[in-house]
């Protein structure tokens, strides 16, 4: 797998003529000044890597032997050929472009993985990237066959997905899994490999590649996979973070607990503080990764309170002394919202007033409203987490009020009006950061703001990625299940997912759309009863381990008739 720089995005006949393209669509002016017939373009992804590879060549100077053998007559190797071409003396009866060695699907998978999941930031700039630990490891003179099988597994899965068409690679990406998740066993058997770069970035691939493929409720094994992860950082202690490559590994270990703490209503290990204490180069990522922990601390603690302790003059403090709390972790993020240097800052760049003349908000690109634009796709993923953060933190206070004042309709506290105020416009923030996810800033002139920072491993980056829809799911999954998004809002997001699950190909954006939860609603008619703690666990329903809480849609039939509505009298209706 070789990068040859940013290609020529020109047809293929101003490219062998090596004059500059103008790049008209389907066919460009050069050709139709010289009255030559425009092959065309081709797709970018090709463009990003050619036959490079000494293998390649191998098989190029190899299948022309043979063809020289069997024909009695010399023929030119296709790099022969391309090198020895007078281009200029090219007539429109002999226009025929030369065939380039196919490239093999392995290596197309690969660079497709590496062009959408891999995200590396810019020196100096301030920001992180994402899974930019594979292009270090993936180059070493040996990788482990674990890392390698989990690598594969992830290309093949992303690539299979491609464009809505999958199932042409399915059982090639499945295999590769399976020898991925028995290597990595073997690796986590033995003393000397358990714990090393390789074993973890393996258990991190192996989840990744749930989160390419699982299409159902029940199908989703991301949570096991991450679990394994935070073992086995804790096993590695502090001493990891003195390479370059585990500090990539430590923080990306840190970013699935967030998500796995807040969705399966557990307490981070180790505590909030064990993961932030690194020598973070990215303060202002660091600080929402503080708080989003500190609240996925307190939801646990909620969970507890909820589950163990009756209603009494004690637990009522404890409550209110979490709400307190949560209302801190809100005011601090209040104030990280607002004193970001410009770089951070999102902008408004549009203002879209156009509905859909049929009703169907899940067929358009854009909602209604404002439309926000960042300079760096690491930066928007941060201020997505912040955002949702502050959801947790307001649906978290509303569960404590409708918890002490019940039976007391708690919508009638100030604590719910304040909490759903912020909750609406967390909502409307979001919808208008997701276009920018979509690629719409190199489609609609004027929007488009300078300052990017970050960049994929290969590839121009240009077009939409995998990654920036997989960072989409989790705000748009906040507003698809929040019982303060509005009917066309949810239609919306639900076809934001569909998007991203069917053309995208990151599959368990599907799940999330699947399961029809309102929240905080849903979980404060469980609160207090005997599945109350259960009801906590977001991703145990994905996983199907756990049922959902009553009047949940979108589970399998046979978790929702195993789940028995409990009732009793003063049951709060939302």
Known sequence: ?????????????????????????????????SRRQCPGYKDEFDLVFRNETQATERRARK????????????????????????????????????????IPVKQQADCYFVSNFVLVPAEGKGTRGFADWIKPMMRQGNVDKHLQYAFNACGMA??????????????????????????TNDALRDPKTQTSDSTLAAVLL?????????RRIGTLSWGSHIEGAMHIVKARGKKQLKSDVGKLLFVSVRAMVIVHAITSGQPPPMGADWWIADAARDESSTQIQRFALKAAEIRAEVARVMSTMQRTSTSTEIMMAVIRRCQQVDLDIQSWMQTRPENWQCKTVAWEDSIPNNGDYSKIDIFPGRVDMFTDLYIASVWSLARTTRMLMATTIMRCAAWIVAPVDYRTTSEYATSSRICVEMVTDIIASIPYHFGLRQQRPGWGIEGNNSGFGCGDGTDTSCLAGYFAVWPLG????????????????????KYIGDVLGVKYALIIRSLRL???????????????????????????KVPPPPGTTGATSAT???LTSPTRGGQIKA
């Open 158 to 183: 992303l690539f299979n997905n491609k464009g809505g068409s999958q199932n042409k690679l399915n059982d090639k990406a499945l295999f590769e899994y399976t020898r991925a998740l028995a290597a």
């Open 478 to 497: 906040h507003i698809y299940h929040s019982d303060f998004a509005t009917d066309n809002q949810v239609a919306w997001v639900g076809g934001r997912l």
């Open 63 to 102: 299948a022309s032997r043979k063809s020289s053998n069997k024909d009695a007559q010399p023929q030119e190797s296709a790099a022969e050929a391309d090198e020895t071409l007078n281009h200029e003396d090219l007539s429109a009866s002999s226009q025929a472009l030369v065939a380039l060695p196919a």
């Open 1 to 33: 797998m070789v990068y040859c720089g940013k290609p020529s995005r020109g047809c293929q006949m101003c490219r062998s003529r090596r004059i500059k393209c103008d790049e008209t669509k389907p066919t460009c002016n050069q050709c139709a000044k």
């Open 206 to 214: 192996l989840g990744t590649y749930e989160n390419i493929t699982a």
């Open 518 to 544: 309102k929240l905080p609603s849903a979980l404060i008619r469980r609160d207090g009863y005997s599945l109350a703690q259960q009801s906590h666990n977001i991703l145990g329903i994905l996983q199907g």
């Open 560 to 562: 929702n008739s195993a």
